[in-house]
């Protein structure tokens, strides 16, 4: 199993972990036998381009959609080694089919 990307901070007191794996089920048993207290949530990922102003874009995106993200973390794609970002929203689904046309159409300008 591999951390795609991992966000931490701590809380009143309490600490939280963000974590994205490539393999959910694995990850789950490793949790399950250490005894710690997890809940999954969905998250809308997307992969920019290196340029100025693009997570600014997306960002501004959301915002008109009327989709507030609630927190934002950066990890790695797998395969590639590409920078990804992960933003933690509400409505993933809808973030995430914005968030790639979004970057669809950026790519074809």
């Known amino acids: 199993m591999n951390i795609v990307a ?14 994205v794996v490539d393999n959910l089920a694995a990850a789950k048993t490793v949790l399950d036998a250490e005894r710690l207290t997890y809940t999954e949530n969905d998250v809308a990922q ?3 381009p290196n340029r100025s102003g693009e997570l600014a874009r997306v960002a501004a995106k959301l915002g008109e959609a009327n989709i507030n993200i609630n927190y934002a973390y950066a990890g790695i794609e797998p395969n590639t080694n590409a920078p990804l970002l992960f933003f933690g929203v509400a409505e993933v689904g809808r973030a995430a089919q914005l968030l790639d046309q979004t970057v669809s159409a ?3 300008r």
């Open 6 to 19: 991992f966000q931490a901070s701590t809380a009143e007191r309490r600490s939280q972990v963000h974590l």
């Open 46 to 48: 997307v992969a920019l």
């Open 106 to 108: 950026a790519a074809g």
